[in-house]
Nanobody
Framework: VQLQASGGGLVQTGGSLRLSCAASGRTFSSYRMGWFRQAPGKEREFVAAISRTSRTYYPDSVKGRFTISRDNAKNTVYLQMNSLKPEDTAVYYC?????????????????WGQGTLVTVSS
């Protein structure tokens, strides 16, 4: 499975961005997908996850501002980010979990994209 993330950039506080993650393979609909981020000097943290049936999961830090969605026909998962804050600045990674159960833990994901940088200016 290969993942290609895109959509990062520079945005002002309060702005919006939509990240995309395109996946290879013919079984995308069977993958559980997640977004994680890593800021400089910090550990990677969970941002959002979506199950095979499109059930979604978020940490409190982004709940109500970020929305994860998937389009199985396009083998793509999205992360819509609204009301961005400077503390959202990080490299964002998409990840795929082909088997097992839904998870918000990064070690549970088997495949990772290359990351896309999001910078939110104050």
């Amino acid at each position: 499975v290969q993942l290609q993330a895109s959509g990062g950039g520079l945005v002002q506080t309060g702005g919006s961005l939509r990240l995309s993650c395109a996946a290879s393979g013919r079984t995308f609909s069977s993958y559980r997908m997640g977004w994680f981020r890593q800021a400089p000097g910090k550990e990677r943290e969970f941002v959002a996850a979506i199950s095979r049936t499109s059930r979604t999961y978020y940490p409190d830090s982004v709940k109500g501002r970020f929305t994860i969605s998937r389009d199985n026909a396009k083998n793509t998962v999205y992360l819509q980010m609204n009301s961005l804050k400077p503390e959202d600045t990080a490299v964002y990674y998409c990840a795929a979990r082909p088997g097992g159960s839904n998870s918000i833990s990064s070690p549970a994901y088997d495949y990772w994209g290359q990351g896309t940088l999001v910078t939110v200016s104050s």
